[in-house]
C-alpha cells in the first residue's frame, strides 16, 4: 500500500492518518508530500499542487520541518518513525524520533515530566530492524504549544518480570534519532512467577529514613527497612521486583461478539465492575475495544468509581469519580474496532481485596453518531458485570461483560512501582520551617521530586529524593513539602547519585549486593550481604550463625545448651566479679570480657552460694557487664563473688519440635546439649555436644525411651 493511501491533505493543512496499521519513515512521508507539491492540480483528500505553498523541508534524512499551516496530530506522528518532525512557527510543536537498541520482543515504556507516557503504541515492537539490533523505532512529542515538555528529558525503561531491567536517560531530546540502549536477558536470579511473588505478602517495608545496625558496630542511616520475614534473601529481590515491574493487568475481559453504545440516543456511560486483588496498587492505564459509527465528535474519559452491589449481578458505580484519565478524542477512532488506551496520570489507591468498577464516558447525545464498546450479552465469562448511565442512573445487566483491561502498580514510597528508580540526588538543606512528612512529593522552582528519607522531620540538614521533574535545585531555592507545607533551603552542596536498575541492587542467589541507600532488617542480613548505606559506605553484616536443636516434643522437653568442655556442661565459663546480693540488682559483672560471640540477648545462669545455678534473662551485653531486668539477689539468693556464671544459650521448655540461637560467629565453638522428659513419655536424658561453625550447627534428640 503507498503512503498516499494512509494519509490525507485538507486545505487548512491538516495531514491526517486515514489507514490502519502502516508506518512509514519521515523521508519518505517528505518525499510523498513533494511529489504532491508538483502536481498540476490538487485532486480528492490531498489539497496540494505546483500552485500551493512548501509544506515542507528537509534539512537531514532524519529532519523534517513542516511549513505552516501544515501539520500532523498525535496520530499520524504514531505511523511515522526515523526522524523528527517540526512544526508551526517558531517550533511550535517537535516530534523527536527514538530509536530502541534491544532484544527483539523487549517491552519498552518511557517516563515522560515524571509520569509514564501513555497511550503506549510502541510495546514490544515496532519498525524493528533485529538484523541491526534495533527493537524499535518511533517518535514522541517533546514540545508543545512552544514549550518543551519537561526540557524534552525521557527515561526509557525495560521492566519485565523475569528478565533484567534496564533504563536509559535522555538529557533533553535532539532532532534526528535519539538512541536508548536497554538490555533484557533473562534473570537468572527472578525465575518464579509473578502470581507467587505477588503472594509474598509478608514482606515488608518501613519506608523513610531508617537507622539500622547493620554491621553490629552502631547504626548506619538508610533509607528503607525490608523485612522478609520467612523468606530467603532472594525472595526479596524478587519481590522488590515485582513492586516494581511495569504496571500490568489487575482485571481484564476478552469477551466479544456485542456491540454497547455510548453517547448515543440515551446512554452516557458504559461501565465494568472488577475486582482489585491481595495488594493495594495504583490505577495506571484502562483499554476497551471502541469503534465509532457515523462521526461523533467530543472526548471519552475513563473513569474509576466505588462499587455498590452485588459484585457479578447487580453491579454499579457509586459516588463521585476516584480517579480520572486523560481524555481521548471520541473523533480520531476509526469505524473498525481499536484497544484505546486511557491513562491516568492522576492515580488512585485501590485498595486490597477490594471491589471496585471501571466507566467509559461521553456526554454527547446523538442518535446518529455514537461510539460502540466491544462485549459479550447475556453470556459474559467476567466475574463482574457491565452496567450503563442513562441521565443520572446506573442500571446493570448481570450478564454482560465489557472488552475491557485495567493495568494496576503498587505503590512505592508515594508513586507507582513502575516510576519508582531509587535516589537520585543527596541535597543538602538548611533554614527548616515546619515539620516534614517522612516521605511526601516535594516542589521548587523549576522542579518536582518525591523525597524518600530526611534525617529529620522538624530540624534537617540532609534530604535524599527521587527526581521526577524538571532539574535539582540550587543553592538557597525552597524546597517545599506538598502534603506537609514545610519548606527549608537547598544549602550549596547537592551530590547527584547514581541508580541502579532494578532499584534493589543485585541478588546472587543466595546474597544480596544492595543500591544506594537501601536497607533491610539487620537480623535479615548473613555475612554475604553487601549493602551502600547513605553516606554511600559499604556495610557488611556480621556472620549471624544459627544452632538447632530439633527431636523435641513440645510442653513436655526441657532443653539447656551451654558452653561445652572435655565433654561436660562447662559451668565455670566466666567468674563474678561483685557479689549480687541486693534487692533491685541490675547488672552481672564478670571477671573476663563477655565473649563476642555470646547471644545479643538471652539467659545466663549464676551460682549462688546455695550452689544452685540460678536463670537469669540479660536484655543486652557490654564489656564484662550483662545488663539484666531489677532482680533480687537477698536471702537464699545471693551470689558472693566469685561465683560461676555461664551463658545457657537455650534455657527452656519445649513449645515447638525445634529450637534455635543465633549469635555473631567469631570462631568454632562448642556447646554442650541436654534434653530432658520425665513426665508424659518420658526419654533418658540426651547428653551430646556439637559445634557451631562458620554456617551454624544443629543436633538432634534421641528419644531412648525410660517409660
Known amino acids: 500500500m503507498a503512503i498516499g493511501d494512509d494519509f490525507s491533505v485538507a486545505a487548512s493543512g491538516d495531514i ?95 517516563q515522560q515530566n515524571g509520569l509514564i507516557l501513555s497511550p503506549n503504541f510502541w510495546t514490544t515492537a515496532l519498525n524493528a530492524d533485529a538484523p541491526n539490533g534495533i527493537s524499535h523505532k518511533f517518535m514522541v512529542k517533546v514540545r508543545s504549544a512552544g514549550t518543551d515538555i519537561d526540557g524534552r528529558r525521557l527515561v526509557v525503561q525495560n521492566r519485565e518480570f ?13 532532532r534526528g534519532n535519539n538512541v536508548a540502549a536497554l538490555s533484557a536477558a533473562t534473570d537468572l536470579n527472578n525465575a518464579t512467577s509473578a502470581a507467587t511473588a505477588k503472594g509474598w505478602t509478608t514482606i515488608t517495608n518501613t519506608e523513610g529514613y531508617r537507622l539500622i545496625n547493620v554491621t553490629g558496630a552502631g547504626t548506619n542511616p538508610f533509607y528503607s527497612e525490608w523485612n522478609r520475614a520467612a523468606l530467603t ?16 493487568a489487575e482485571s481484564s475481559s476478552a469477551d466479544t461478539g456485542t456491540a454497547f453504545q455510548l453517547g448515543n440516543a440515551t446512554v452516557i456511560g458504559q461501565a465494568q465492575s472488577f475486582a482489585n486483588g491481595g495488594v493495594a496498587s495504583l490505577v495506571t492505564r484502562a483499554f476497551a475495544k471502541i469503534r465509532k459509527v457515523g462521526s461523533p465528535t467530543g472526548n471519552i474519559t475513563a473513569k474509576i468509581y466505588a462499587h455498590s452491589g452485588t459484585f457479578g449481578s447487580s453491579s454499579i458505580p457509586t459516588g463521585a469519580a476516584l480517579a480520572t484519565s486523560l481524555a481521548v478524542d471520541g473523533a480520531k477512532l476509526t469505524t473498525t474496532y481499536q484497544t484505546i488506551e486511557f491513562g491516568f496520570d492522576t ?15 461521553h456526554a454527547v447525545i446523538d442518535g446518529s453518531n455514537y461510539f460502540e464498546f466491544d462485549g459479550l450479552a447475556t453470556s459474559g465469562t467476567h466475574a463482574g458485570n457491565r452496567s450503563q448511565l442513562v441521565t443520572a442512573t446506573w442500571t446493570p445487566t448481570a450478564g454482560d461483560d465489557l472488552n475491557f483491561q485495567v493495568d494496576t502498580s503498587p505503590q512505592l514510597y508515594g508513586i507507582t512501582g513502575e516510576r519508582f528508580r531509587g535516589i537520585t540526588h543527596e541535597i543538602v538543606v538548611d533554614t527548616p520551617v515546619g515539620t516534614f512528612s517522612a516521605v511526601e512529593r516535594i516542589t521548587w522552582s523549576g522542579g518536582t521530586g518525591q523525597m ?3 534525617n529529620s522531620t522538624t530540624a534537617p540538614t540532609k534530604l535524599w529524593m527521587q527526581l521526577l521533574t524538571g532539574v535539582a535545585p540550587t543553592d538557597n531555592q525552597q524546597i517545599t513539602g506538598v502534603t506537609s507545607t514545610a519548606t527549608c533551603l537547598m544549602n550549596v552542596t547537592i551530590t547527584e547519585r547514581t541508580l541502579s536498575a532494578p532499584f534493589f541492587g543485585a541478588s546472587t542467589g543466595s546474597a544480596m549486593i ?89 539467659t545466663i545462669r549464676i551460682q549462688l552460694d546455695s550452689g544452685i545455678y540460678r536463670r537469669v534473662a540479660y536484655t543486652s551485653f557490654a564489656g564484662s557487664t550483662f545488663t539484666i531486668a531489677s532482680t533480687s539477689f537477698t536471702g537464699a539468693n545471693i551470689a558472693t563473688q566469685p561465683r560461676n556464671v555461664f551463658i545457657s544459650y537455650l534455657d527452656l521448655e519445649a513449645t515447638t519440635t525445634e529450637h534455635s540461637f543465633t549469635y555473631v560467629f ?33 543436633s538432634t534428640a534421641i528419644r531412648t525411651s525410660d517409660a
Open 452 to 454: 524518600l528519607a530526611i
Open 514 to 602: 544492595g543500591a544506594y541507600g537501601l536497607g533491610v532488617e539487620a537480623a535479615d542480613l548473613t555475612a554475604s550481604d553487601k549493602l551502600f548505606d547513605l553516606d554511600n559506605t559499604q556495610r557488611v553484616p556480621p556472620n549471624n550463625v544459627t544452632f538447632t536443636v530439633k527431636g523435641l516434643v513440645a510442653v513436655e522437653d526441657r532443653v539447656l545448651v551451654g558452653p561445652e568442655s572435655a565433654g561436660a556442661l562447662q559451668t565455670n565459663q566466666m567468674t563474678l566479679a561483685t557479689t549480687l546480693s541486693g534487692a533491685t540488682e541490675t547488672a552481672v559483672v564478670v571477671t573476663t570480657t563477655i565473649p563476642s560471640d555470646t547471644p545479643t540477648s538471652g
Open 347 to 361: 492515580q488512585t489507591l485501590l485498595t486490597a481485596s477490594t471491589n471496585y468498577v471501571i466507566a467509559f464516558e
Open 666 to 698: 567469631s570462631s568454632n565453638r562448642s556447646h554442650f546439649i541436654r534434653v530432658r522428659d520425665g513426665g508424659g513419655t518420658p526419654i533418658k536424658t540426651f547428653e551430646t555436644t556439637g559445634t557451631m561453625g562458620s554456617a551454624g550447627g544443629s
Open 162 to 174: 523475569g528478565n533484567n531491567y534496564s533504563e536509559f536517560k535522555i538529557n533533553g531530546t535532539s
Open 16 to 110: 491526517r492518518y486515514t489507514g490502519t496499521t502502516a508506518n512509514y519513515t519521515v523521508i519518505a512521508f517528505h518525499r510523498w508530500l513533494g511529489d504532491l507539491m508538483d502536481d498540476a492540480q490538487a485532486a480528492g483528500n490531498d489539497i496540494l499542487d505546483i500552485t500551493g505553498a512548501t509544506a515542507s523541508e528537509r534539512a537531514t534524512d532524519n529532519l523534517v520541518t513542516l511549513n505552516s499551516p501544515f501539520n500532523i496530530d498525535d496520530i499520524a506522528a504514531q505511523h511515522l518513525y526515523d526522524g523528527s518532525i517540526v512544526q508551526g512557527g517558531g517550533s511550535t510543536t517537535i516530534y523527536d524520533g527514538i530509536l530502541v537498541l534491544a532484544p527483539a520482543n523487549t517491552y519498552v515504556t518511557i
Open 233 to 248: 534473601i532472594n525472595q526479596l529481590y524478587e519481590r522488590t521486583k515485582w513492586l516494581s515491574r511495569r504496571a500490568t
